[in-house]
């Protein structure tokens, strides 16, 4: 069975600094994975995905994402935030070889981006 | 296209009482998932349906059961309410399976009192 761990419960971090949310999975077959994003009182938007290919996927709002497989993270990352990304950040794995099989979601990280 | 569409979004029960929740998936998506969220114990997965059969199923007491209609269109009932019931309720949908990505629904917020 598939586990991910988010080491951060939570990331302030001020306004157009980098940031960086750290998500480590486990699973003893071949993985995809997601990021997804939830604002107060919404439900969860992607974020990105990686399924195959090269391994630095980018997705909306500026994000991106780097699948390391020796390590096994699916590190977030944006170059410069912006208050409007305060919000809940949760990383996902699911079994790519079990067509099925449900996803696994991490704990989430709370990012909070200061002025 | 319209995204997935959840009703009620906001719900107040009674211990002991059922509930049912409704989730439209996006157009063409035949795959619906449903999963609790509470600041407690996070995402949890609930089920699967795809094409009506329910294909996954989380680790959840019986009283937790859905069905899917040829439609694709979803619904999950909670019968015998407990406090700890109360959550965000949020629905998926996907094109090609849970194992993909899923588009998710605003959620619906039940509280039991």
């Known amino acids: 069975a598939q586990s991910v761990t988010q080491l951060d419960s939570q990331v302030p971090v001020f306004e157009e600094a980098p940031v960086e949310l750290r998500c480590n999975y486990s699973?003893?077959?071949?993985?995809?994975l997601f990021w997804y994003v939830q604002y107060p009182n919404q439900g969860l938007q992607l974020l990105l995905k990686?399924?195959?290919?090269?391994?630095l996927v980018k997705g909306i709002n500026g994000f991106e994402a780097e699948f390391n497989k020796s390590q096994t993270s699916f590190h977030l990352r944006k170059p410069s935030v912006h208050i409007s990304d305060t919000a809940e950040y949760f990383c996902a794995v699911s079994d790519s070889n079990n067509y099925g099989q449900n996803f696994v979601f991490g704990p989430g990280t709370r990012l909070s981006v200061l002025p | 296209k319209a995204g997935v569409t959840q009703t009620p979004r906001y719900l107040i029960k009674t211990r002991g009482q059922q509930v049912t929740l409704s989730c439209s998936p996006i157009s063409g998506h035949r795959s619906v998932s449903w999963y609790q969220q509470t600041p407690g114990q996070g995402l949890q997965f609930l089920f699967e349906y795809f094409s009506e059969t329910q294909r996954n199923k989380g680790n959840f007491p019986g009283r937790f059961s859905g069905r899917q209609f040829s439609n694709s269109r979803s619904e999950m009932n909670v019968s015998t309410l407990e406090l700890g019931d109360s959550a965000l309720y949020l629905c998926?949908?996907?094109?090609?399976?849970?194992?993909?990505?899923?588009?998710f629904g605003p959620g619906t917020r039940l509280t039991v009192t």
């Open positions: 990686y399924l195959s290919g090269s391994t």
């Open positions: 998926a949908s996907s094109w090609r399976g849970s194992s993909y990505e899923q588009y």
């Open positions: 699973s003893s077959v071949s993985v995809y």
